[in-house]
């Protein structure tokens, strides 16, 4: 099956051809740096690694540019309050951004550029639109786009020029000719920072910036743009009217957005004081509990973070985990290089169909349930051919947690790493106590000494494990 692509321009799933053969060029909207990052950005950041690592996976030669807006009326708002700088500010928060993503384990993409470095690539881009006569100018005010002189305008969001309200973002100027004219270059207040241009002392608008940099580094047209689904309109939007003014051709083939995370069944919003923090969401839980969280939902859907959700999460992680130590202990090959199995396939198919890491994870459940299935039956009789198909398993779970980027450590640092931290849900310190308790248990109820057995399975209930004894044979898992 070849990758599949849901592109927001279309309304529909299309087959993914890039402009440039085995080569592809994604631009996503980085965040403002005027603030720490919450749960909501992560999303966003997470699951365009997941598609940077899957195409990578692929065999294409991807070049990823995400970039900073790092001035902005927000940031100099900041700015005044704290009576800092405003690259002060920009840059204590990228740096604080980039800890927070390298501690989920988040690829770098290939380029990371900051409005501010770019200024003149900016200034170059306005008087191209002003000497087509796509952007205007009126001495002594802002810079703006015209609206009307794009016909396509709200081809992405299928919405009316008309619909265009001034939003937070979106200079409310008397000086506009049209009330849909959005600004590319606004003049500095008093105290403000400033970059000279032929037009005032000023600052770039939020819209051109993208415009600017992604012509930049990945020319006039590429493959794919994403962002959070709060993008398409107006800035999407507005980069297209850009782009395409300048250049009279295709902005972007494909176009992707994920969904909203909400909070307890409530959109995140300042107003209702709901904002989860990275920073905060990272003491409380260990970061492959996030990350699998943030990707237990089709990229496309919201996600709902709550306390119930997420100690389902890492009850799921810790079984993972504890068939990683367990097929290990039973002497799997950890070496083995196989995509050949079943389980590989499905995940494979799953990537394909527009990057279903929900499907992607429950396939790495299954594996899970086969192997210790496997385990249990074969527990007496560890056969080379039952230590391949568990081998297989193990590799395989391996890999597509590389995909995803989890499971980079052994199980025994994930699960001492969470009795140190002093973590949310510690299920089990020792994973590899499970088959020993559980022979002993087996054990002691053929010699029918059920007091020892009742006080065995009260000491894997304290770990959180859960018994099912069925015909003759015991199976666990872990509790809720």
């Known amino acids: 099956m070849n990758l599949k692509i849901y592109n927001t321009f279309t309304g529909k799933k299309e087959e993914f051809i890039p402009i440039e053969k085995k080569k592809v060029k994604m631009y996503v909207c980085g965040p403002t740096v005027y603030d720490t990052s919450h749960i909501g950005h992560a999303r966003s950041v997470v699951i365009f690694d997941v598609i940077f690592r899957w195409l ?40 604080e951004f ?25 200034i170059d881009f306005i008087q191209l639109l002003i000497k087509k006569e796509k952007a205007y100018h009126i001495k002594g005010k802002d810079v703006f786009f015209s609206l ?30 049209n009330h849909g004219d959005f600004v590319l270059w606004k003049l500095a207040k ?51 009217a850009q782009s395409e003014a300048a250049f009279t051709q295709t902005f972007v083939k494909y176009w992707i957005h994920n969904g909203f995370v909400d909070i307890n069944n409530e959109k995140m919003s300042k107003s209702l004081g709901n904002f989860i923090m990275i920073k905060d969401v990272l003491k409380n839980y260990h970061p492959d509990v996030i990350k699998l969280f943030l990707l237990s939902k089709h990229y496309r859907s919201p996600i709902d973070y709550n306390e119930n959700s997420m100690n389902e999460v890492i009850s799921g992680l810790d079984k993972i985990y504890a068939f990683l130590a367990r ?7 950890i070496n083995i290089n196989t995509d050949l199995s079943v389980e590989w396939e499905k995940f494979v198919k799953a990537m394909n169909d527009d990057f279903n890491s929900a499907k992607g994870i429950a396939v790495m ?101 859960i018994l099912k004894d069925e015909n003759d044979k015991t199976t666990w898992e872990f509790g809720h």
């Open 148 to 177: 009307e002189s794009f016909k396509d305008y709200g081809k992405l969001s299928k919405r009316n020029p008309d619909d265009m309200k001034a939003g937070a973002r979106i200079c409310v100027n008397d000086s506009k000719k």
């Open 365 to 465: 459940f299954e594996a899970v349930k086969k192997g210790n299935k496997i385990l249990d039956e074969n527990k007496d009789n560890l056969s080379s051919n039952v230590l391949k198909d568990i081998s297989m398993l193990y590799r395989n779970i391996k890999k597509i947690g590389k995909i995803f980027g989890l499971l980079d450590q052994s199980p025994e640092d994930y699960f001492n790493a969470k009795k140190q931290a002093g973590l949310k849900k510690q299920s089990i310190d020792e994973p590899e106590k499970i088959d020993m308790l559980i022979k002993a248990r087996t054990k002691a109820r053929k010699s029918k000494d059920f007091e020892t057995a009742d006080n065995i399975r009260k000491q894997l209930q304290d770990m959180n494990i």
């Open 190 to 240: 008093p105290g403000e920072p400033f970059w000279k241009s032929p037009w005032g002392n000023g600052r770039p608008g939020w819209h051109i910036e993208c415009s600017a940099m992604s012509y930049k580094y990945l020319g006039k047209s590429f493959d794919i743009h994403g962002g959070g689904k709060d993008l398409i309109f107006p800035h999407h939007e507005n980069e297209i």
């Open 98 to 122: 980039h800890n927070e993503m390298d501690a989920l384990n988040v690829l770098r993409p290939s380029i990371e550029p900051k409005a501010t470095e770019h200024i003149q690539e900016i």
């Open 56 to 95: 990578k996976h692929l065999n294409y030669d991807v070049c990823y540019v995400r970039n900073f807006t790092d001035i902005d009326d927000k940031i100099i708002k900041k700015a005044n309050q704290t009576g800092k700088d405003s690259l002060e500010i920009s840059q204590k928060f990228i740096k």
């Open 327 to 333: 097929s290990y202990n039973a002497g799997a090959d």
